[in-house]
């Protein structure tokens, strides 16, 4: 490790840029993000790297979560590093295991594994202009000139308040933290959720399991999951002529933005297609007219993040599956009660609640320029200069920070062009022997105003739902433009907008 204090080393104590020095940078997290800020970083010539990561390996989420039915919603072909396509992906929707593989395999291809410190959770970052000083719980403290937040948005499971959770008898754990222990066959199993995790663990185990008992607050909109799997010739001939998965990569790209990402910003065709799809898979997987009627939601199927989940509805239409949509009193040593008096005796109780999406890096503590601290700034409504800044936090960047485009896309993506974006800050530094860049307040204020008026017109404001993107200020926290808009700001960035500082 570099030597960890720049203020006792010569020209260490000066700003990087000036003295002509390698920046430090600390990189906090080694998910996705993290893994393309080091890949795309070092090929920029930035490679004075340090990530932490609180676990023992990379992935972030695909890490995280290992529950049966894990799969994501975009294209294997398009979910990869632009700089590390993958030719024999197994599905055309890739699994968890298998991204969890390939988040390991480029980690370790590209050098990213040797710049991790694993286990080691960072707790506070104070900035003492012009550096940052950073302290883990494991008592490490290091000084870098500039960090990057690469936490990722869904990491922070969400425990219901439910009272008397602690007292079941059973085994009870959060999707996030699935009990692989815990013997699922013969079983009565509940769960409690039906978003996208809660829908993929039903259609998984409720063949095995001899009672599911889905507890259902608000119904969702499914619509089928194209799967298909990828023939061993169809991968050779792809790993043989690199230039075809360039091809499906661009191909996927703009199939997911032209058709999920238009509905959600006012393409009325494709917002009744997609309306109509989830319609007719919800008509022709669930028989019974009653189970259908309680499974209808009476929102657009654009207003939520759309699951692609071909296993729930068919799961939750067998014969020893019970849909319960009465809310739940209390959980009880024995199983759940429900206000209508009815207990449902339960083994195994699974939470698939979701996650906290308004914490991003938080809960460590960020104390900016004067004193501000972060958690107190956001109070609960977490914003950003398009994503990636704030004001009063000099030389402090995040990838897939507040108010980033989520909604049905590769995060993959958009992390790799918010990337980008903070290289081009740092060359700009490097140019000009700049000590500070920041966002300007006029200008943070200027675009989040500008997406709170826009917002207000896109299917998730206009839907009828509420869902996780709904922030404290009791609007979605998301960018409400296309993607395409976004990752060419991304590439063309405004420095007007910023202050810079020698």
């Known amino acids: 490790m570099s030597n960890p204090n720049p203020q006792a080393s010569g020209d260490s104590a000066q700003p990087w840029a000036r003295s002509g020095r390698q920046p430090r940078i600390a990189i906090i997290g080694a998910g996705m993000s993290g893994i393309a800020a080091v890949v795309k970083l070092e090929k920029a010539g930035y490679t004075d790297l340090t990530v932490y990561e ?19 919603d975009v294209p294997s072909r398009w979910y990869s590093f632009s700089f590390a ?30 710049k991790v410190i694993f286990n080691s959770t960072v707790t506070e970052i104070i900035y003492d202009a012009p550096h940052w000083h950073l302290s883990c719980a494991t008592g490490e403290q290091e000084i870098f000139d500039v960090v990057i ?10 425990y219901p308040a439910i009272e008397g959770l602690e007292n079941f008898s059973g085994a009870a754990f959060h999707s996030a933290r699935w009990d692989h222990t ?13 978003g996208s995790t809660a829908c993929q663990i039903i259609g998984a185990i409720t063949p095995e399991v001899d009672e599911m008992h889905v507890f259902q607050r608000t119904p969702h909109w499914v619509a089928p999951l194209p799967q298909v799997e990828y023939s061993a010739s169809w991968n050779r001939l792809l790993a043989a002529l690199p230039f075809m998965q ?25 917002k009744g297609l997609i309306n109509k799809i989830c319609l007719k898979h919800l008509a022709d997987k669930v028989p019974d007219i009653a189970l259908r009627a309680k499974m209808t939601p009476n929102y657009d199927a654009t207003c939520k993040r759309l699951i692609l989940c071909s296993d729930y509805y068919p799961a939750v239409s067998s014969p020893h599956a019970r849909l ?37 890096m938080l809960p460590t503590r960020v104390t900016g320029k004067g004193g501000v601290d972060l958690e107190q700034q956001w109070d609960g409504i977490p914003r ?15 990838l897939e920070g507040p108010t980033g485009p989520v909604g049905n896309f590769s995060l993959i993506a958009i992390s790799e062009h918010q990337v980008d974006y903070i290289i081009s800050m740092l060359d700009r530094m490097k140019a000009e022997g700049l000590a500070v860049i920041e966002a300007r307040q006029s200008a943070y204020d200027d675009y989040n105003a500008a997406m709170g008026e ?24 998301l960018y409400p433009w296309t993607p395409e808009r976004y990752l060419k700001d991304m590439l063309n960035p405004d420095f007007s907008e910023y202050r810079l500082v020698k």
């Not at 055309?92 to 990213?112: C, H, L, N, W």
């Not at 937040?149 to 969400?158: D, E, I, M, N, Q």
């Not at 058709?259 to 006012?266: K, P, R, Y």
């Open 54 to 72: 609180k676990s023992d390996k990379v992935g972030g989420t695909w890490r995280e979560n290992t529950y049966p039915g894990l799969s994501c």
């Open 85 to 114: 396509l993958k030719p024999d992906w197994k599905h055309r929707y890739p699994y968890g295991e298998d991204i969890q593989s390939y988040m390991e395999t480029v980690a370790k291809d590209f050098g990213v594994t040797d």
């Open 149 to 158: 937040s690469a936490t990722g948005l869904l990491h922070h499971p969400a």
């Open 182 to 194: 815990a013997q699922l066959k013969g079983k009565r199993v509940g769960v409690i959720g039906t």
């Open 246 to 270: 360039r091809m499906t990569y661009n191909y996927y790209r703009w199939m997911m933005v032209h058709t999920f990402s238009a509905a959600t910003i006012g393409n009325k065709f494709m």
């Open 324 to 360: 319960i949509t009465e809310d739940i009193a209390r959980i009880e040593p024995e199983g759940v009660r429900t206000v209508d008096g009815q207990l449902h005796p339960l083994d195994i109780l699974v939470l698939a609640t979701g996650f906290n999406a308004a914490a991003f």
């Open 384 to 398: 950003a200069h398009r994503s990636v800044a704030l004001p009063d936090f000099p030389n402090f960047w995040m």
């Open 454 to 477: 826009a917002i207000k017109t896109t299917t998730w404001a206009t839907g009828g739902c509420t869902s996780w993107y709904f922030d404290k200020s009791g609007v979605p926290n």
